[in-house]
């Protein structure tokens, strides 16, 4: 599994971290969600850390956590692969570009950031088969029309 690959087990620990409040460091990754409870208060464990509040109630999300894994019976790693996954675009190249036209059509979006599941190389199937698709739609440019981001959004140079 791409995911499992992603999310190495000591990635895992400092994502639970930040939930726990606390050194997670003696746990098994691929073992149980940790029994113990998270500490409240501010983020002690990510001092130094650019970081930002992830989890409004940590003993709420810990439980949450601990239901999932129960469960489904998924280990603390799995668990944090479940609670980080992303939207993905499954199926063929004609498949991908009809669902990224509908969200664009109805203004469900209108920009994606992708993120290849390998690298390098991860995007190239995309940008050599789904793109094309996209262009011949027309919501995917084919060129542009200046040389900076800022004249490709009609944005007025800087004095």
């Known amino acids: 599994m791409i995911r499992h690959q992603q999310v190495s087990g000591a990635t895992a620990i400092l994502f639970a971290e930040q939930l726990w409040n606390r050194d997670l460091s003696a746990y098994d990754p691929d073992g149980p969600v940790p029994e113990v409870d998270p500490l409240p208060g501010e983020n002690t464990i990510s001092k130094g850390r ?6 409004d109630d940590r003993l ?3 439980r949450r956590w601990r239901e999932l894994s129960e469960a489904k019976k998924l280990s603390l790693r799995e668990v944090v692969i479940e609670v980080t996954g992303r939207q993905s ?3 063929s190249a004609a498949t991908v570009a009809e669902t990224i036209n509908r969200f664009v059509q109805q203004d469900a979006g209108d920009g994606f950031i992708l993120v290849p599941h390998i690298v390098p ?3 190239d199937e995309f940008a050599d088969q789904v793109v094309p698709l996209l ?5 995917f440019r084919a060129e542009y029309t200046g040389t900076t981001l800022r004249e490709h959004l009609g944005l ?3 004095g």
């Not at 650019?50 to 989890?55: E, L, N, Q, T």
């Not at 262009?135 to 919501?139: D, I, M, P």
């Open 135 to 139: 262009q011949e739609r027309g919501v």
């Open 60 to 62: 709420d999300t810990v």
């Open 50 to 55: 650019a970081s930002v509040r992830m989890f």
């Open 156 to 158: 007025e140079l800087p």
């Open 121 to 123: 190389g991860g995007l």
């Open 89 to 91: 675009f499954i199926g």
